[in-house]
């Protein structure tokens, strides 16, 4: 029996100085009841605490949609994030 994934939030998390992109994660579910802000906020806080020790640099995040998840896997695609102006960007 396959179960359908649902996705209910996606977050590009990079280096706050050079808008590199260190990791993209997804909050997937079972269900495709929306989470409260509060629950997704509680579960991507473990992996964000991961991530904070594992990259010296200062990192932040940005939410993005599906359709920016599936351009970044696209063959002969490299993205990064414009810091100021906090978007994806092809590099």
Do not use: C, W
Not at 46 to 54: I, M, P
Not at 67 to 85: K, Q, T
């Amino acid at each position: 029996m396959s179960t359908e994934l649902h996705v209910q939030r996606i977050r590009v998390y990079f280096d706050a100085a050079s808008g590199e992109i260190v990791h993209v994660h997804q909050l997937v579910t079972e269900t495709d009841e929306p989470l409260t802000e509060q629950r997704m906020d509680e579960e991507m806080a473990a992996l964000e605490e991961v991530l904070r020790r594992r990259h010296p640099t200062a990192l932040d995040y940005l939410v993005v949609d599906e359709a920016a998840i599936a351009e970044a896997v696209a063959p002969d695609v490299n993205l990064r994030v414009d810091v100021e102006a906090r978007v994806l960007l092809r590099s």
